[in-house]
């Protein structure tokens, strides 16, 4: 159990730019989330992948972003034209079924 | 839907005192309940589970919650913190097994700073 590995761990970016975070969950896990946790708040969730299948979006992803898991392996977080609003720790985690989700230590983005 | 409160965004203990966190959830379902740690600059880890078998939970670094159904709450204590436990904590909540299982809905947190 190697854990669940992000990459970046920060990422600075002009407004405007378009930005790609990676995430790799541990090897036998079928689910993957992404989540969104902005300053002084809990998480919230963005979506969820069951193997390649992404099954659930929030309201909270809008088309600028984009989630693909391709493989059924690593996922892909993807923003476009990145905004203020951007700003935050995205968060991906990753279980056996329903089994207790185990976090990655999150991409910090800024916005400048 | 699955909303958690927690009480008090700021608590402080004295090293060696009680520690204790609270949290209340709303839940349509039975409810899958969670308390997560956050140290600055990482991910969250689990301390520990409820997931309708004991409602006494006991997690790591000596944690433990009770669920009371009858007051739809989950609190976590701690006999004597340490330390090491200054950190946030999160509470959180599932749909259990089934539809909404796969989504966690977490508090605001609580920030625990423990006086030497």
């Known amino acids: 159990d190697t854990g669940v590995s992000q990459d970046p761990r920060h990422k600075i970016t002009k407004r405007g730019q378009n930005v790609t975070f990676r995430c790799d969950p541990i090897s036998e896990h079928n689910r993957l989330y992404w989540y969104r946790q902005t300053l002084g708040q809990g998480p919230e969730f963005l979506t969820y992948?069951?193997?390649?299948?992404?099954?659930?979006k929030s309201r909270l992803l809008s088309d600028r972003f984009s989630a693909e898991r391709p493989k059924g392996s690593f996922s892909t977080l993807e923003i476009q034209r990145t905004e203020q609003g951007d700003s935050a720790m995205y968060l991906c985690a990753s279980s056996r079924d329903d089994q207790p989700q185990h976090f990655g230590d999150g991409t910090r983005l800024s916005i400048l | 839907a699955q909303s958690v409160t927690q009480l008090g965004s700021h608590v402080s203990v004295s090293e060696g005192a009680l520690v204790l966190l609270r949290c209340n959830y709303s839940?349509?379902?039975?409810?899958?309940l969670f308390w997560y740690v956050q140290y600055p600059n990482q991910g969250l880890q689990l301390l520990l589970k409820?997931?309708?078998?004991?409602?006494l939970v006991k997690g790591i670094n000596g944690f433990e919650a009770e669920f009371k159904k009858s007051e739809t709450s989950f609190h976590l204590t701690k006999p004597s913190a340490h330390m090491s436990d200054a950190a946030e904590y999160f509470c959180?909540?599932?749909?259990?097994?089934?539809?909404?299982?796969?989504?966690?809905?977490f508090g605001k947190g609580t920030k625990l700073s423990v006086i030497p």
């Open positions: 839940s349509s379902v039975p409810p899958y």
């Open positions: 959180a909540v599932t749909g259990g097994t089934g539809a909404g299982s796969y989504q966690l809905t």
């Open positions: 409820y997931t309708s078998a004991a409602t």
């Open positions: 992948f069951q193997n390649e299948a992404q099954l659930e």
